[in-house]
């Protein structure tokens, strides 16, 4: 496989935030159990950034982002059958979400959407995504990844 060549089962997402009134906030999709970040499989031919976006608008709504940070992103090891999960950071203005319906399902991906500071995310989603967030709040506070503690 080459660098180009995504994995068999690449998904993308974005951690979305927000920085209204000054405070830093995560958004944060519960499906089940499960809190994560909105994301879903990049489609043959598509790239992982366009995926990226067209998940967080199929997800919530959303389509005011802006990448503020670039387009760095983290990837999670394989899990779920080999499946990779890429994140992009991106800001929005908007803090409404909505979480439509799922045409193939016939009902929402997610039951419920919340914003959320750096503490609270971190003990809401599962260890594997715990990095992403740490990782998240270093690239946007410019802090270097072994200097955070959830007091950052």
Known sequence: MSATTPPHR????????S??????KYLLLRA???WDFPK???????????????????????????FDWGLEFMETGPYNKG??????????KQMQVSLPVNPDLGKP???EACWVDFTKAL??????????????????NH??????????
Do not use: C, F
């Open 109 to 111: 991906e997610h039951h």
């Open 40 to 66: 879903g499989l990049v489609e043959p031919g598509e790239a992982a950034i366009d995926a990226a976006l067209r998940e967080v608008r199929e997800e919530t709504t959303l389509d005011d982002l802006s």
């Open 143 to 152: 802090v270097p990844i072994n200097k955070i503690s959830p007091k950052t």
């Open 10 to 17: 690449l998904s993308a997402g974005v951690v979305v935030v």
């Open 32 to 34: 089940y159990r499960n």
């Open 123 to 140: 003990t809401m989603v599962t260890p594997r995504l715990q990095p992403v967030v740490e990782w998240a709040h270093a690239v946007i």
């Open 19 to 24: 920085l209204t009134q000054r405070k830093l």
């Open 83 to 92: 499946k990779i999960s890429r994140y992009y950071i991106a800001r929005s």
